[in-house]
């Protein structure tokens, strides 16, 4: 069994900053791409960054500048940096990953629990 646990959310006024972090455990052979997505309240859960296994990254236009996304493969860990932080930051992020259990050849998303981030003064 392989799970995603975050880390890192909470209360913050407007301006400042954060730091998520997400470790996967369990039997895992392989990580490809990693990423954080968020969800608001009554809206869709949207992308807010990933970073392939080389490094590479992708951004949503809403925070690009703002966020930097990193990741430890040693650890098996996903970072998100989080500056500048604007009350529309406010939502549910959760962390996911392309994972390759051990013994097998497919990769297989799967999802943290999410971690609340609220900002405001």
């Known amino acids: 069994q392989v799970q995603l646990v975050e880390s890192g959310g909470g209360l913050v006024q407007p301006g400042g900053s954060l730091r998520l972090s997400c470790a996967a455990s369990g039997s895992i052979s392989s990580i490809s791409t990693m990423g954080w997505y968020r969800q608001a309240p009554g809206k869709q859960r949207e992308l807010v960054a990933d970073?392939?296994?080389?490094?590479?990254?992708n951004y949503a236009d809403s925070v690009k500048g703002r966020f930097t996304i990193s990741r430890e493969d040693a650890k098996n860990t996903v970072y998100l940096q989080m500056n500048s932080l604007k009350p529309e930051d406010t939502a549910v992020y959760y962390c996911?990953?392309?994972?390759?259990?051990?013994?097998?050849?497919?990769?297989?998303?799967?999802w943290g629990q999410g971690t609340q981030v609220t900002v405001s003064s």
């Open positions: 996911n990953a392309l994972v390759m259990y051990s013994g097998s050849r497919y990769y297989t998303f799967i």
């Open positions: 970073i392939t296994i080389g490094d590479r990254t």
